[in-house]
């Protein structure tokens, strides 16, 4: 076993490319395959609560947790951990597993992201893994079970819908960008300022940013998304399927998207995030965000 990679018989040569960062198309099949497997696991579980209002009991915990997402990470971490024992995991539910202690591989999974849309029935909502090596995201999945839609994206290689390769659209101007947000509600004052200027420019804004939406921006369906307070188990896998289809993903100050994967990390309380399909819309984006480009720290 290597790095908690199982049944894989790579030679001292192939270690020494692992910790170099650059990973082989074995080592990267096996990443993959058993994201897939936590993804289905996760949709085995998230089908059996869907449109049953009965079976959905909703706890007085953090970000309105229910017992389809408990059962969902669950599900994920179990096939996680039984292939990769080594690897650390980081769920919105269940926090850091199986212990607090530093690992090169961590996975960060949002089981049911969009929790308020699941709960009314709205299939906007998807499960969400990453895979981080140092930090560095270089797998993210997007999965919406009823739907039944998944994205792909891995570092080095295009990202994928349900097995087909995709690609952002070009948009040469904000004038012409189709806009996805969550609620204005989501925003503080200073930033639902800063972002009306965003939503007075584009030709369409839409309100209900879900998982599913970056989903919609890679496969060339959506122009640009804004969005406030968000965790890391909420954006990290869109990074590798953005930029895998050809967008970019940065914060609010257009810097590239950071977090410490670490029991110990003090990163920001919440991070604003701007994704868009084409450069020349996400830096004209910009523009209108830059006065509220400060990031919230921990307290």
Sequence with gaps: MINGISDCSCQ???????????????????????????????????????WEPKLIQTFNKRDDATSADLAAEDAITAVILQNFPDHLIF?????????????????????????????????????????????????????????????????GRPTTVDGLPIQTRPCERLSQATLYASS??????????????????VQEP?????????????????????QSFLGPYDFL????????????????????????????SKGPTYYRIIAAGDDQVHQDALEYLKECSSITENE
């Design 91 to 155: 769920g919105e539910e269940r926090g850091w597993l199986p212990e607090e202690r530093l690992a090169e591989f961590v996975w960060v999974i949002d089981p049911i992201d969009g929790t308020t849309s699941f709960k009314n029935g709205v299939p906007l909502f998807g499960t969400l893994i990453a895979l981080l090596h140092k930090s560095k995201p270089i797998l993210g999945i997007i999965d919406q079970p009823i739907l039944r839609k998944r994205w792909v994206g891995v570092q």
């Design 237 to 264: 896998a869109f990074i590798p399927i953005i930029e895998g289809a050809g967008g970019i993903i940065t914060d609010w100050a257009g810097q590239k998207l950071q977090w410490e994967a670490s029991p110990v």
């Design 206 to 226: 839409i309100y209900g940013a879900e998982c599913f939406t970056y989903g919609l921006l890679a496969s060339g369906f959506v122009d640009v998304i804004v």
């Design 184 to 201: 204005p509600l989501h925003f503080s004052d200073e930033e639902r300022e800063a972002f009306n200027r965003v939503t007075e420019k």
């Design 12 to 50: 001292d040569s192939q270690m020494n490319t692992i910790l170099e960062e650059q990973f082989s198309d074995q080592v990267l099949d096996e990443f993959v395959r058993v994201a897939n497997e936590a993804a289905d696991a996760a949709a085995t579980v998230i089908k059996q609560f869907f």
